[in-house]
């Protein structure tokens, strides 16, 4: 891993984020193949999906929507131990995102005036679930039950087909799936899956969705980017972010295998210490060798360490460290501080906080129940992660009697006159004006 050592150095906040360790060629390279995925899927449709199934997944001839009795096969052939995690999972997870469904609140305005704020769920969601070096079954129950939850009435998922499975998703995946009872499975992969969903496809019965979540890489990231405006996205979930900030009294070695955790997630994750400890920046260097080492994806989390996008992070003190973080707006910000509690306010840019060196990032991953879907590239200093509210659109209901129209009449009228819309006071002034009594009425 580099080493950036900002000791004795005041900047700015675009300095900061100038020296924030990204890995920005890669990602504009993906926005340009991404957007070229997404619009041959979108003019020639499933033709495309099969060429794109055969050049990045090296499958042909599959079933591109999935028979039910392969969701019925992965659920009855799943580990027992597995199934029991996930539904513990999407025990947790419900929980969590319950609280996330606001009540709807009526606000009096005056007498005869009133707003109601209700909350809609989105009529059709899109999921996508990363299949390719992790298949990400956890993914299925962080991305469904939020939508769930919320109300939802139509998910449709996609999740790339396995050479490794006999061209079909994942089993794990498709169990998944089913114990949530989803049952409209398309096996399509990357940006192309995106590209579908938005667009829809009809020669596999794939209507498009409203809103497109779930995690992936940066290519994924990227074509959620190009259907930006077509469909609702949820943040741009690309290859994983961790940071860690450690004080001196850290374990090096605790330190070391959380970094590891996320950097075998893909070669372009990105994992950062933030320290102002010299003596632990180095033993925490000398963990992550040895660790990476004997770890077993090490040829890919060796890949990730040594990228341009990871580093450790050298830091005056604790309040460069609050600068540094919220700077870098991580996906996921772990606390190894011996105040954590009390330093996390502090740190008000991070997809999701891991407050003490108790609550890895891999236990947000699958058990906590909170969600695992979290902006990464920076987006978390003005996107949040997914939850229930990702599903939802807030409504305003407007409802006033005549009498509250008179109350408010005289300022409509004075700000249209002001603004130049004369018409838009005379659509209030229509309903006080004089009205003829019907004929019927004056005869009698």
């Known amino acids: 891993m580099q080493t950036i050592d900002l000791r004795g150095r005041t900047l700015s906040t675009a300095e900061m984020l100038a020296v924030v360790p990204r890995a920005t060629a890669a990602r504009a390279e993906a926005l340009a193949t991404a957007t070229a995925i997404v619009e041959d899927v979108r003019v020639r449709g499933e033709e495309a999906l099969r060429e794109q199934a055969e050049r990045f997944d090296r499958v042909s001839g599959h079933a591109i929507r999935v028979p039910q009795e392969h969701l019925d096969e992965a659920l009855a052939g799943v580990d027992p131990q597995v199934r029991a995690a996930l539904d513990a999972a999407i025990e947790r997870v419900r929980q969590g995102s319950a609280a996330q469904v606001p009540a709807p609140r009526v606000t009096e305005i005056g007498p005869g005036a009133r707003i109601e704020q209700r909350w809609q769920p989105v009529g059709r969601v899109g999921v996508y679930i990363p299949g390719g070096k992790a298949p990400l079954a956890s993914s299925v129950v962080m991305n469904v039950v939020p939508a769930q939850v919320a109300g939802v009435g139509s998910i449709a998922l996609a999740s790339p087909p396995q050479s490794a499975e006999g061209c079909r998703i994942h089993p794990t995946i498709l169990a998944a799936a089913a114990l949530l009872g989803i049952d409209e499975v398309y096996a399509i992969g990357g940006a192309g899956a995106i590209g579908a969903l938005a667009h829809g496809v009809a020669g596999i019965g794939l209507d498009p969705v409203d809103v497109i979540s779930g995690p992936g890489n940066n290519y994924v990231a990227s074509a959620k980017r190009a259907v930006a405006g077509v469909v609702g996205t949820d943040s741009e979930a690309g290859a994983t972010e961790i940071l860690i900030v450690a004080d001196e009294e850290a374990d090096p070695r605790l330190i070391a295998a959380d970094l590891i955790s996320q950097a075998e997630h893909d070669e372009q994750a990105s994992a950062v210490l933030v320290t102002d400890s010299a003596a632990l920046a180095d033993r925490v260097a000398d963990e992550v060798a040895s660790a990476a080492a ?151």
Do not use: W
């Open 294 to 444: 004997r770890t077993r994806h090490r040829v890919r989390v060796q890949a990730a360490l040594d990228g341009p996008q990871s580093a450790i992070v050298l830091v005056e003190d604790r309040a460069a460290a609050v600068a540094f973080s919220n700077a870098y707006a991580p996906e996921h910000l772990e606390l190894h501080l011996t105040d954590a509690e009390e330093a996390a306010a502090s740190f008000t840019s991070a997809g999701a906080v891991f407050v003490g060196d108790q609550t890895p990032v891999s236990l947000g991953d699958y058990m906590a129940g909170s969600n695992h879907v979290l902006p990464t590239g920076g987006q978390a200093r003005y996107a949040s992660g997914l939850g229930a509210y990702t599903f939802l659109r807030p409504q305003q209901v407007i409802s006033y009697d005549r009498a509250a129209l008179a109350l408010a009449r005289e300022g409509v009228v004075a700000l249209a006159e002001a603004e130049v819309l004369p018409a838009h006071g005379e659509a209030v002034e229509a309903r006080f004006a004089d009205v003829p009594e019907p004929v019927a009425a004056a005869q009698a």
